[in-house]
């Protein structure tokens, strides 16, 4: 073991000697080796050193601007395109931060149109470069807060993994993550509430991940039919709904 693949194990890196072999392959140079190590040991993630996460079938760009994307999140996409309908015909990702859903539900469904929507301009930035990996997916890109910048008359579905984690929690898996991604006010529950009121009165169907504490179909009035979904690890992780009329 050499002493660079120490300082990883030295920094409580799990997988450190799988790591530091990713690290290599990918390293131009042994000096942007010893960097790359010095950042994974000081807990920036894989991903934004190396600047790239799988998603589904879609090997994406990624870097400290937008959440790095999760396989729960997987989940729920691959759980969305086996329920939206023929009849559904434009679908909204809400926060899109990477572009990962909004581009696997394109590729899922190229006959629908797909809309982006993130709040911040760095976010987006992301995502148009990776839709610049996948032109064969071409999805619109909104700069928006939330719902505020369509007109929900003419959406069927929305998607979205929002920050839902509350505000006071810390943890080092996530602190290098941006934290308009990750946290929200009132337990965590204040973007999903917002989310949700604003479909109260529309016809469509709704996917929200969520925290495995969280319960949002209190947040539903009574017109909602809504599903929760566990995840792989048998974990309260999002909810379909639907409107019933």
């Excluded at 530091?20 to 994974?40: D, F, G, I, T």
């Excluded at 319960?215 to 599903?227: A, G, K, P, R």
Aim: proline share 5%; hydrophobic share 40%.
């Amino acid at each position: 073991m050499n002493k660079l693949e120490q300082h990883l194990k030295s920094a409580g890196i799990i997988n450190y000697h799988q790591e530091y072999l990713w690290l290599k392959n990918e390293a131009p140079s042994s000096n942007k080796l010893e960097e790359w190590v010095q950042q994974r040991a000081a807990g920036m993630p894989l991903a934004y050193i190396l600047q790239s996460m799988d998603f589904l079938s879609l090997s994406l760009y990624v870097d400290p601007n937008v959440l790095i994307p999760r396989p729960e999140t997987e989940e729920m996409v691959e759980h969305a395109i086996t329920h939206i309908r023929k009849e559904d015909q434009v679908i909204v990702d809400l926060g899109t931060g990477s572009g990962c859903i909004a581009l696997s539900l394109k590729q899922a469904f190229p006959d629908k149109t797909v809309i982006g929507i993130d709040k911040y301009a760095e976010a987006l930035n992301v995502a148009k470069i990776n839709q610049k990996r996948y032109p064969e997916y071409p999805v619109q890109w909104i700069q928006g807060d939330w719902l505020d910048s369509i007109a929900l008359s003419d959406v069927d579905v929305i998607i979205s993994n929002p920050p839902y984690v509350e505000s006071s929690w810390e943890h080092k898996s996530i602190q290098h993550e941006p934290a308009t991604a990750i946290f929200s006010k009132e337990d965590g529950l204040y973007d999903i509430q917002k989310i949700i009121k604003a479909c109260q009165k529309h016809q469509l169907s709704i996917w929200i991940e969520h925290g495995y504490k969280q319960t949002l179909y209190t947040l539903f009035n009574s017109d909602w039919h809504v599903e929760q979904v566990l995840d792989d690890q048998q974990h309260p992780r999002f909810i379909m709904a639907k409107r019933r009329f």
